[in-house]
C-alpha cells in the first residue's frame, strides 16, 4: 500500500479515467433514482466510474467494483494501492508525450502491473476522444492518437483518490459473478455497454455497432442474462439502477421494472476536431421495483 496520508484528504468526487460511454453528463437524470443510505454498494461494468464517485458519501459499507477489462481493472487497483510507485512512472510519460510516443507506448505490452497500469492512463487520456479499443484476436488497444497532451494528474488527486478507494473492493470479473453478491439493503448500478443500433429494415447492419471495450463483445444474450439477474435482486430485496439505450428490446427484457426515457445530447466525434456533430440519443433509466 503507498504510504501518503490521506486522513484530511478530501474524496474525489470525478472519474480519473475518461471511458467511452461515461456517464458524467447524465448524473442528474440518474442520481435522483438512487437511494440516500445504502448498505454496499455494487457496480460491476465500472468503466470510469462516475456514478460512483457521485454517490460515495451514501454507502454505509463496502464499495463492489467490477469490470471484464483487466487493464481498467489493474489501472484501478494500482491508483488505490500503489500511487508512489505509480506515480513516477506517469511523470516519465508525461516528459516524453508526443504523437510518436503514443504509438511507441501503445506497442509494448508489459507485464509488471504497474508499467501496464502508467501505460494504460496514458493510452486513455491520449487517445482519439479517450477510446480504449481491442483487437478481438490479440486484444492489443488499438485506438488512434487523439491529438491531445498528456496532463498526468495534479497533487492533490493522488490523496484524495486514495481516500476515497479505501472503501472500495476491485475485481477483474464477469458480471453474472459480480451479481452474485449483493445482499438484501445493498445498491447496485449497471451500465452494461449499449448494443448495437439497427435501423435498416432487414436489421443485419448495425449503424452504431461500438459495443467493444473488451476483446469480448456484449451481445444480446448477455443483456437477457442481465434482465433475469436483476428480476432475481428485486425479489431478494436488492435496489437497482440501470443506465440503457431506450429500445424495444430493452423495454421488453425489463417489463418488470420502472423504465424513466429521455433524450440525450452526445457528440459524436471523428478523429478530425471539426468533425464533432451533435447526435441525439434515446437513453433510459431502469429502477428496479
Not at 61 to 71: I, K, M, S, T
Not at 84 to 105: G, T
Not at 226 to 242: F, K, N, Q, T, Y
Request: hydrophobic letters at 40%; one cysteine or more; glycine letters at 4%.
Amino acid at each position: 500500500m503507498t504510504a501518503l496520508h490521506t486522513t484530511t484528504a478530501p474524496l474525489a468526487t470525478k472519474p480519473f479515467i475518461r471511458w467511452a460511454g461515461g456517464k458524467t453528463k447524465l448524473l442528474p437524470r440518474i442520481l435522483p433514482f438512487i437511494p440516500s443510505r445504502f448498505a454496499s454498494y455494487h457496480e460491476p461494468f465500472l468503466g470510469g466510474g462516475a456514478v460512483f464517485f457521485a454517490v460515495q458519501d451514501r454507502i454505509d459499507g463496502r464499495a463492489n467494483l467490477a469490470d471484464l477489462n483487466p487493464h481498467l481493472v489493474n489501472a484501478w487497483m494500482a491508483m488505490r494501492d500503489n500511487q508512489n510507485e505509480l506515480r513516477p512512472l506517469l511523470d516519465a510519460h508525461k516528459a516524453r508525450d508526443s504523437k510518436e510516443y503514443f504509438y511507441e507506448v501503445r506497442a509494448q505490452a508489459p507485464t509488471d502491473p504497474l508499467e501496464s497500469a502508467s501505460r494504460f492512463l496514458y493510452l486513455n487520456a491520449t487517445s482519439w476522444n479517450h477510446l480504449w479499443r481491442e483487437n478481438s484476436k490479440t486484444g492489443a488497444m488499438n485506438a488512434p492518437w487523439g491529438d491531445r497532451s498528456f496532463k498526468g494528474f495534479s497533487d492533490d488527486t493522488y490523496p484524495a483518490l486514495e481516500r476515497t478507494l479505501a472503501i472500495a473492493d476491485i475485481r477483474t470479473e464477469d458480471f453474472r459473478l459480480a451479481l452474485s453478491r449483493p445482499r438484501p439493503g445493498d445498491f447496485v448500478y449497471l451500465d452494461p455497454p449499449y448494443l448495437p443500433i439497427f435501423t435498416n429494415s432487414d436489421e443485419k447492419e448495425p449503424t452504431a455497432k461500438f459495443n467493444k471495450y473488451n476483446a469480448k463483445t456484449f451481445e444480446l444474450p448477455d443483456l437477457i442474462d442481465l434482465a433475469a439477474i436483476c428480476r432475481g435482486l428485486s425479489e431478494r430485496g436488492v435496489s437497482w439502477v440501470m443506465s440503457n439505450r431506450d429500445t424495444k428490446a430493452v423495454r421488453e427484457l425489463f417489463d418488470f421494472a420502472d423504465i424513466v426515457g429521455f433524450t440525450a445530447h452526445r457528440s459524436v466525434a471523428a478523429q478530425s476536431k471539426r468533425e464533432v456533430e451533435a447526435h441525439r440519443s434515446p437513453e433510459a433509466v431502469v429502477i428496479g421495483r
